[in-house]
């Protein structure tokens, strides 16, 4: 099934930069949060990837997304100023880009600094090395402007890959993502629908239950079922969630049409019985 | 400095496996959870990755972990009863082992059910084929026991390297990792030793300690050294955080007060002042 899902939707990996993450320090709220907004616009995140403030490590797991053919890959973290702020880096060696200086992204961080210093906010305008650093971006990457922090998030494409690079502070990421990113997204996503629907199994136990449903999931590789037993010990009770990816939200109702049928036929033949509850269950 | 602190300390990658954290439904508070753990028991963790229920992600990320000859790698989640809770499977397949019915799980397995049907919970204390199915381990793995519930947690050796795997639900993973696997890490692990301390640095812009810094870096790769410029713009104030990594407490005492020596003489060189805080700065 996961080939076809790949194949209907477009896939995504998020990778998490910074040590505070690794030792428990920082809890990756992040990813849980870009792993929603990817999942509410028809995207599949296929891995998220916690890693450490290190060239080698970065680099090497955004290759390991170009070997597997991610679409869309997304870091947290590592922009700022700070000489151990160096996922740029690693994106520069992953798609083998030199670092540059980029003008657009000069211009974002000067207008941000003058602000900044008009609103007596900072000592002095200057563009600091350290300051400078945050414009040196992959050759051929755009700059992302951030409304609310200094550093910009940045666009790259290497083969068929997009790499989009976020600041770790939640309020800048999600800035950027909202404004920047998420209508980019909108645009070159392949469009998807998705219908779910759940049943309430009664009478049938999981084990009678499950070499049968591994068929209707052969049948039907565009749609996701997942059973949950409402308790294991019972035996009896399972609600069966299905979710329908198609191109059209008719097609997905249809679809799902089609297996309750064929789940209604089977739960009947075992002598059980069946139901479709309004909504989720709880 | 890294491969310095891999010889050190014992590494742990941590594998969570569930398509609930991979669409943002779930936020992966084990992972946390036991990076903290492990931090605090003087362990490195070098990886955490979420993966979806799919035995070919689960043994390829295992996988991945023997290549970087990672010590520790710690699953979570997908050892219970249903058809989708496909981890062992997927370690079976990393480690190159045959699914086989553990003696030892089974008892452990049988006597939970038993207690349970006492109590009146369940309606019958069978081993039914997907009770059974949580007995069916990697050859040559061990179980281990789950007080809370049903699933017993796994462990293994494959090669090097040894695979913890636990259950998602987090009472379940605490109970088993508290119980089960602290014990065994505090035998096996390296001893090691960490002590911290803070400098604060006023007067020198963090653009211009950076690669002093990194100097102090490479001359002693057992300490960990971070600065946290208090405001980026001011310029002016940093909190340098060390921590020296060693086997004895007054190697790190005696490391830390080496590497401060030079950091003040340093500091002093480019006319800013120096001070240690009692403690972390707020």
Known sequence: MRSVERMIQTSFDIISIGYELLDGRVLNTNAKWLAEQIS???????????VGDQVEEISSVIRDSFRRKIDWVITTGGLGPTYDDITLQGVAKAANRKLVLNRRALEMIKKKYLEL??????????LTPHRIKMAMLPRGAEPLENEVGSAPGVLLKSGKTRIVCLPGVPSELENIFTKRVKPLLEKSMKKICTADRWLLIIGVPESTLAPKIDEVKTKFPQVYVKSHPKREEEKSIINLYMRALAKTPSKCHKTLNDVEKIIIRLVEELGGTISRPEGAPT
């Open 117 to 126: 210093f008009e609103k007596g906010l900072i000592d002095s305008p200057e």
């Open 40 to 50: 509410s616009l028809g995207g599949k995140v296929c891995r998220i990837v916690v």
